[in-house]
Structures are given as structure tokens and as C-alpha cells.
């Protein structure tokens, strides 16, 4: 018999066994090749001082690529109020100075989350380019207006999809969606006119710290990041003074 303590509460008749096999050699030795050591990416490198500026050149440059099927994918980072992280990949929709911009159900998880804690996490991978870009930041809820045009633009079967899911929560079974899915194409399919859930739009991650990385093959990664001063900080020898209240500051790998 084992003893467990767990916040403080003792547990008996706790049993387990420990994992004692090696790890899959297959797996374990599983490596991807990034850039040559040579193409080093450096604070002299960046196209602007400002990182909306910048990412938009790594952006445009991810949206060129071949190989890249959805550039604008993101995987997006919330938690609960007792620090418990829930991630998943969601599209970017816009983005400008003000910060960054998706479109979700308010009343999903991550809605739910960022209801108690509106604070996330952005995170774009472009393996292809061996380049990822981090965004962390507050986050509101978008002017009703905006969400109405948004919606009103999508294809039909992605409006009437939002419209007949009460996303994240349990259902009985597939058949239950595809049932309400027909119904509401019956209802909608001559006029085209979903309307846009009440409980559905979109929010702006407004960012107080992005992360431009890129890899390399000894896996020196560089990495440069941009943030804002915190109340009463002063500038310290290593950052670099950006443009619209940013600093910069390159971090090890």
C-alpha cells in the first residue's frame, strides 16, 4: 500500500506502476533541419523598430510560401482563473496596430476563459521557414458591428455551422449535428440569411509582448523580443529603445 499527498490531503490504497522501458529510440531521435548557422536573424535585421511592422514582413512572406497551406493559423493559449492552460489552433483575421484579431463563440472554453481571465497567448509556427512568432497580451471583445459584418461575409455553410453549434459543450452523437446542420440549410438556403449568434463574434488580443524567432541548425536560435515598459522601469544597457513605446531586447536560446 502507498500513501499519496496531494494539496495536503492523504491518500490511501494509491498504486501505480513506474514506467521503467527506454524511450523509442524512433522518437527520441527524431530531428528537423532549420536554417544554416550562417543566416543569423539579428535586431539589425528587423524592418522596422516597430513588431506590427515586423510581423507583417514575416507574415507576407509566410502567406508567398508554397508550402505553407494556412499562413494566418495560430495556435491560441488561454486558462482558467486557477492557472490551468487550455490551447488550440485558431485563424487570425485581422491585425493592425490595435493588435490582433479571431472570430470564436463566446460561451466555448476559451470564450468562458478569457471571460474570468482575459489574458492569452499567440503562437504562429511556419516550420517551412523555421521561423515562429509569440504574442502575448490582453484581450476585448470587438465592436458588436464588426463581428455582424464579419459573419455576414463567411460561406453559407460556415454561417449556418456557428449558428447551430453550442460549441464545447457534450452532445449525443455526430448524427445530432448533421440532424440540426440539414434542418437549418432547409431554412436558410433561399434567402442566405444566418443570423449572426448572440453569442458568437470576435476578440483583439492586444499585445504587450511579441517574440520574433528563428531557428538554426546548432540550435543557437535567435530571438527577438519586443515589449513595453513596465510602470517606473527604466531602460536597462541590454534593450534597445523601439518605435510607439517599445523596447527591444534579444533573449537566449
Known sequence: MLFLKLNNILVKNFSFKLFSGKMSSDFAN???????????????????????KQFDAWFQLARQNPGIKEPNAMCLSTASLEGK???????LKD?????????????SKKGQELEKNPMAS??????????????????????????????SKRPLN??????????????KDKQYLIDLQQQAVKDFEPT????????????LVVPEEIEFWQGNDIRLH???????LKEGENLDEFAIKGENGWIIERLAP
Open 30 to 52: 527524431v530531428r528537423a533541419h532549420y536554417r544554416d548557422p550562417s543566416e543569423v536573424f539579428d535586431v539589425k535585421d528587423l524592418v522596422s523598430k516597430d513588431p506590427i
Open 85 to 91: 492552460p487550455s490551447s488550440r489552433m485558431v485563424l
Open 95 to 107: 491585425f493592425s496596430q490595435n493588435g490582433f484579431t479571431f472570430f470564436t463563440n463566446y460561451t
Open 122 to 151: 499567440l503562437c504562429f509556427y511556419w516550420d517551412v521557414m523555421s521561423r515562429q512568432i509569440r504574442i502575448d497580451g490582453r484581450v476585448v471583445k470587438i465592436d458588436r458591428e464588426k463581428s455582424i459584418e464579419y459573419f
Open 158 to 171: 460556415s454561417r449556418i455551422s456557428a449558428y447551430i453549434s453550442d460549441q464545447s459543450k457534450v452532445i
Open 192 to 203: 442566405k440569411n444566418v443570423p449572426t449568434p448572440e453569442n458568437w463574434g470576435g476578440y
Open 222 to 228: 535567435d530571438r527577438i523580443r519586443f515589449r513595453k
